[in-house]
């Protein structure tokens, strides 16, 4: 901790030091949890031993450091950070225009039951499914366009995710109404 060494947060020789002012901050520090620094800082910089540089700025140039959190907080605010990445997506980059330029060269048709989804109120019901389960294998003979039924028949655990949703929400009325 800089204050204990004399020293500020850039490194100059702090003010004399009033020994129960440090004898107070050397108890706080001593019984401080994980979550409980942020209430040590706030205490020293109260009672002057940390120089508060964010008062010195400028209000309009300046932005608290954040940090993405679960809970919405930045870490300077909360003690500490949960920060998690996003995950990758499985798909590659270009999985979009790869799949649009699939389902074109099919005529929007599924392949498996050949129902025609051209219209574009119904295009959204074809989907693009990887033979072998492998999202970042994009060559055609290991792509097949299925309507939203036949896709969600396939065996997976997202087919199965897939096969609850569309009987939920409309998709699976939509496609039998257009077979028959």
């Known amino acids: 901790m800089c204050a204990l060494a004399h020293l500020d947060a850039r490194g100059r020789s702090s003010p004399t030091l009033d020994p129960v002012k440090l004898a107070i901050a050397l108890v706080m520090w001593s019984v ?75 005529g929007w048709r599924c392949e498996e039951c050949y129902v025609n989804l051209s219209d574009k109120r119904h295009r959204r019901l074809l989907h693009v499914h990887h033979r072998d389960n492998d999202p970042k294998n994009n060559y055609s003979w290991n792509l097949v366009a299925l309507c939203v039924i036949c896709h969600s028949e396939r065996p997976g655990a997202g087919h199965k995710r897939l096969a609850g949703a569309i009987r939920t929400d409309g998709r699976y009325d939509e496609v039998r109404r257009l077979r028959w």
Do not use: C, M, N, Q
């Open 32 to 106: 401080t949890t994980i979550g409980g620094t942020w209430l040590v800082l706030a205490f020293l910089r109260g009672i002057g031993l940390i120089k508060d540089e964010r008062k010195d700025t400028p209000t309009s140039t300046y932005t608290p450091p954040s940090t993405p959190t679960s809970t919405g907080y930045s870490g300077w605010y909360s003690g500490h950070t949960s920060y998690k990445p996003e995950k990758e997506s499985p798909y590659t980059r270009d999985w979009a225009s790869v799949s649009r330029k699939y389902k074109e060269a099919r």
